[in-house]
């Protein structure tokens, strides 16, 4: 890459390849996501399984993210 291009961001291109790896943490998000929306409360939520989704998301692409990186 010479000096004037735009650098390119891989990372939404590695983070769909990792997301099949990540499929069960994925279907828990989305299943708290489904039992959420019948919450009357207004109390429920998913934070912890979302924060589970992508830490294993992160931790699958940060070795070819940062190999890629100058």
């Not at 790896?21 to 996501?33: D, L, P, S, V, W």
Request: one cysteine or more.
């Amino acid at each position: 890459m010479s000096d004037d291009e735009d650098p390119v961001d891989n990372r939404p291109d590695l983070e769909e390849a990792c997301r099949p790896k990540c499929a069960a943490f994925q279907t828990a998000y989305e299943g708290c996501i489904t039992r959420i929306e019948k919450d009357t409360s207004g109390e429920a939520h998913c934070t912890g399984q979302y924060f589970d989704m992508w830490s294993c998301i992160d931790k699958c692409v940060a070795p070819t993210l940062f190999k890629s990186t100058k």
